[in-house]
């Protein structure tokens, strides 16, 4: 993938920032880095200009018993625990929630860009943080990748086009050791990765966030939404992989456990990888254990949404049910996918994607 990096003449860059460096005077932070597996080119969506702020709120928001198709949303203000569900809250499809914007169908797919600029966010003593940062109106839009990729998947590229329709704020980025960012993946940890999100927050963000965490993301977004609730103004979780590692490591037997262990590592089948598997460092999955959050309640008190196709075979989807059974906000919806595998990055899936983001737009706005 061939990257262009430069910066505007006239972009003053922010505090903590220094202006793009050129791919071939080398990654800031040194380090050795693992190559992420991006999702590659994929169409997607691109909405017409969004109408005018506050007009049609009340009808933007998703209701329960009026779907119709092949989702499933599952209004989880009623969940009490996992095996008690109140399966008539349960309905199918996505009419509901795309007839009312049947005018924004895209008529043309544009494709992914394949040549980007981005900044690095200068750190003391941690990696430099590759991003690209599109400037708008609040509230901004942050997406979170999942575990080996990078800002420049299907997902990614597909948000900042919305974004950019609506004229709203977005941000995407790199974890240290992967993309363009400086680090040692073999060196990385979750608690890392998640000071990387915080940075992120806290250094390049400005105002309200609404953070899109994908797989491994999604267990990211929710500690960052416990670390800072005054600026993290919403969620979307598309596969949420919380305590997924250390869930799959537990489910191991003695013998196994032990031999990667010595070994040092764990290799785990996947077809989503060019190598045939993804492979977990011992020390990551011993220090992920410090950041399980399914054992108790999760104090996350904004507005949360959890997309999961149900043909998922890396993260099941009950995962994302667990999710919302343990988050103590009363605003949490689940959609399932019936057909959507792990990724979600198929055109129905982006367009699912980007109605919920334009939903939550609405309703953080009309409450301000």
Same mark, same amino acid.
């Given at each position: ?17 220094? +202006? ?86 895209? +008529? ?18 941690? !990696? ?10 609040? !509230? ?19 948000? *900042? ?36 999100? &915080? ?28 670390? +800072? !609730?005054?600026?993290?103004?919403? &969620? ?18 003695? *013998? ?36 399980? &959050? ?8 904004? !507005? ?55 939903? &939550? ?8």
């Amino acid at each position: 993938m061939e990257f262009e990096s430069r910066t505007s003449g006239s972009e003053v860059p922010r505090r903590g920032e220094e +202006r793009s460096a050129p791919p071939s005077l080398g990654t800031p932070g040194g380090g050795r880095k693992r190559k992420s597996n991006s999702e590659g080119p994929h169409p997607h969506p691109h909405p017409a200009p969004r109408r005018a702020k506050g007009a049609g709120a009340k009808g933007s928001r998703l209701a329960a018993g009026k779907m119709a198709g092949t989702g499933l949303l599952v209004s989880a203000a009623s969940l009490v625990r996992p095996k008690s569900w109140d399966w008539a809250t349960i309905t199918f499809g996505l009419a509901a929630l795309l007839s009312r914007r049947i005018e924004r169908t895209p +008529r043309r797919l544009p494709v992914c860009r394949w040549r980007t600029n981005f900044s690095y966010l200068n750190r003391p003593d941690l !990696p430099n943080l590759a991003y690209k940062k599109l400037k708008g109106k609040t !509230p901004g839009v942050i997406f979170i990748p999942g575990y080996l990729s990078n800002m420049n998947g299907t997902k990614a590229m597909a948000i *900042e086009e919305f974004c950019k329709s609506l004229g709203h704020a977005y941000i995407r980025f790199d974890y240290a050791g992967c993309g363009n960012s400086g680090g040692n993946f073999e060196e990385c940890t979750l608690g890392k990765w998640r000071k990387d999100v &915080l940075s992120i927050i806290d250094d390049v963000a400005e105002g309200p966030q609404i953070l899109v965490g994908s797989s491994l993301g999604g267990w990211l977004m929710l500690h960052a939404a416990i670390a +800072r !609730p005054v600026k993290v103004a919403a &969620l979307i979780g598309i596969a949420t992989a919380a305590d997924s590692v250390v869930a799959k490591f537990n489910q191991l037997s003695v *013998e196994a456990k032990k031999e990667i262990e010595v070994k040092g590592v764990w290799k785990v089948p996947t077809k989503y990888s060019d190598d045939g598997f993804y492979v977990f460092h011992y020390g990551f999955i011993k220090e992920a254990k410090l950041h399980c &959050l399914l054992h108790g309640p999760i104090p996350v008190m904004c !507005p949360v949404r959890l997309l999961h196709g149900m043909k998922d075979d890396v993260i099941p989807w009950q995962t994302s049910m667990h999710v919302a059974n343990r988050v103590i906000s009363t605003d949490v919806d689940v959609i399932l996918r019936k057909n959507s595998d792990h990724r979600m990055k198929e055109k129905d899936d982006i367009k699912l994607l980007v109605y919920t983001i334009d939903d &939550l737009i609405d309703k953080i706005s009309t409450s301000n």
